[in-house]
Each structure stands twice: as structure tokens, then as C-alpha cells.
T-cell receptor, first 113, second 109 residues
């Protein structure tokens, strides 16, 4: 299984500001996935980050709100822009294992006031 | 209709009992089915997965799959208080996972 580190683990932010979440994997992977888990809800895929190309966003998520970088095969960032209280969630970075399963980072718990 | 349906619970079982967690899904193209456990405040961790119809056992856990009925379940034998968590069902379609909202399991000592 992959070891996935996320930073920050939690943060409290003011409305209208932006926060960048970092994700580091201990091995090279083609795709990295960013999920959101709102309180009491399931996991929702935000986007897939591919190295060397634009991220692919799911319906309801746009690049202006959630810009993603993927500078190499072990690292990605997700920025939550112009935050509102509705953005308060856990943001999870994940990668796929050898048999198709997903492994998750520890998550970044974001609270927007 | 949600892609993945799970009873939110909480499901309460006594220590040592069998816990049965159920999941139905709508995407008939789903080929593999994953169960994750999520402790409060933590990220999901993989328990096991199943590809073929029937049962698959891994220690105290058994996954059951019926593709015709679009139904997958997870049985936990000899339930322990440490099994108390939310269990997420995640069918995988073509290159995409669908996550249920999870069933909360409480195992009472």
C-alpha cells in the first residue's frame, strides 16, 4: 500500500480566502485523486490529477474554484479558492493500488468561518 | 436514485456477534466492489474487495456479491468494540469509484 501524506491536517480559515492542500506519495503514480467529504456525507470525487496534463474535473467542480497542480509523479496540490462556509469539509488525496483499490491520505479538515 | 445505497444505521450488535452490512448499487457496469472502514475523524481504510459473485473471506470479514441483484454485503464475525466505525461500500465502475454514505456500526461490550 502507498503512504500518502497530506498537509495541513486541519485549518480554520476566513471566508473569501484560499487554502492550498499538499499531497505527497511515497511512490510514483500516474493518477492522483482529490475527494471531498462533507459532514455526515459520502466521498465525492472532485478531480483526477494527471502528471503533465490538466486535471479532469467532475460535474459540479470547476478549475477556478479548485485549481490543482501536479508537478511530478509523487506530488499534487489542491487549492480551495474564495472559500465560503459551504466549503467546510474533509479533503482527501488518494491513489490507486496495484489491484485497483484506492488508498487515502489522512485528510485535511477545513473549517471556514 | 443514488448510485450506492446503504442504511445509515447505527447498527448495534453485542460483542462477539455477527454484524451484517448491506449495500445496493445502480451501475450494472460495476466490476469490482470495495469495503472501507472509517473511524470518526480518520480517513477511510480498505478492508477488502470482491470481484466475483459469491463469497470472499478474509479473517473475520466476509464479502458477498450478487451482481444480478446488484447487492453486496459485508459480514463481520466475532464483532469487537474496535470494529465500531462507519463502513463505506464502494463499487467501481469504468475507472470511477462510487461511494455510499456508509453504515455506522456500534459494537457494545
Amino acid at each position: 500500500s502507498a503512504v500518502i501524506s497530506q498537509k495541513p491536517s486541519r485549518d480554520i480559515c476566513q471566508r473569501g480566502t484560499s487554502l492550498t492542500i499538499q499531497c505527497q506519495v511515497d511512490s510514483q503514480v500516474t493518477m492522483m485523486f482529490w475527494y471531498r467529504q462533507q459532514p455526515g456525507q459520502s466521498l465525492t470525487l472532485i478531480a483526477t490529477a494527471n502528471q503533465g496534463s490538466e486535471a479532469t474535473y467532475e460535474s459540479g467542480f470547476v478549475i477556478d474554484k479548485f485549481p490543482i497542480s501536479r508537478p511530478n509523479l509523487t506530488f499534487s496540490t489542491l487549492t480551495v479558492s474564495n472559500m465560503s462556509p459551504e466549503d467546510s469539509s474533509i479533503y482527501l488525496c488518494s491513489v490507486r493500488g496495484g489491484t485497483g483499490e484506492l488508498f487515502f491520505g489522512e485528510g485535511s479538515r477545513l473549517t471556514v468561518l | 436514485q443514488k448510485e450506492v445505497e446503504q442504511n445509515s444505521g447505527p447498527l448495534s450488535v453485542p460483542e462477539g456477534a455477527i454484524a451484517s452490512l448491506n449495500c445496493t448499487y445502480s451501475d450494472r457496469g460495476s466490476q469490482s466492489f470495495f469495503w472501507y472502514r472509517q473511524y470518526s475523524g480518520k480517513s477511510p481504510e480498505l478492508i477488502m474487495f470482491i470481484y466475483s459473485n459469491g463469497d470472499k473471506e478474509d479473517g473475520r470479514f466476509t464479502a458477498q456479491l450478487n451482481k444480478a441483484s446488484q447487492y453486496v454485503s459485508l459480514l463481520i464475525r466475532d464483532s469487537q468494540p474496535s470494529d465500531s466505525a462507519t463502513y463505506l461500500c464502494a463499487p467501481r465502475g469504468f475507472n470511477k469509484f462510487y461511494f455510499g454514505s456508509g453504515t455506522k456500526l456500534n459494537v457494545k461490550p
